[in-house]
């Protein structure tokens, strides 16, 4: 009886001990949880991409009209010219874009603010980290597309400056090289800044589950 008693005993000494090293590994797990959405959090503040992207975009737009405005002069008018109609548009879709993704961001920290008492959840930091992940990679995936898109477009029609003379089949092959030479490029070019953005989502999506 006493050999039972002991063993009994002993059980749930075990036991209170597993459950001593469940609840710490918790804590530590939640406090580790929490420092890295704090950490990310702080880094979509601090990181002032918001400039370089723009600054990026003017050079592409600066590029385009001079090249344009030169073929006009030099050639009159022509279908050439129909390269800055389309970047406007493009322009004017990705503004759109961003400021649907701004106001989500608002939104998102807007309803943290509206937590009482203790304060916003792990599920709103998320959600808010996550919104302006999402404007951030907005922002430079639609400025890759603009220049794998549009730089070839400017370098094919400064080829005008150079010969006039190419043949619908030269036309065609210089438009296939242009693209995808300028296609690989450009994904290189701006590959880092999209895959962190969507490393730090899934690092996010994980602690979320």
Sequence with gaps: MDGRHREHKYQEYIQRIKNAKDDVTARLSAKGEDSTIENILEDLRTRGDRSEIMTIQVILVVLTVLVNLTSMIVHGLGLWQLI????????????????????????????????????PSKTDKINYALSGLQLKKTRWSWTRNMYTFFFPLIMLNALLFLNTDFSIGQWILLTIIAYVAGGYFWNRFFTEEVEDLEFTEEELSEIEQ
């Design 84 to 119: 800055s109609l389309a970047l406007i548009i493009f322009i004017v879709l990705y503004r759109k874009k961003v400021r649907d993704g701004v106001q989500l961001v608002s939104d998102r920290f807007q309803s943290m603010q509206d937590i009482t008492g203790t304060g």
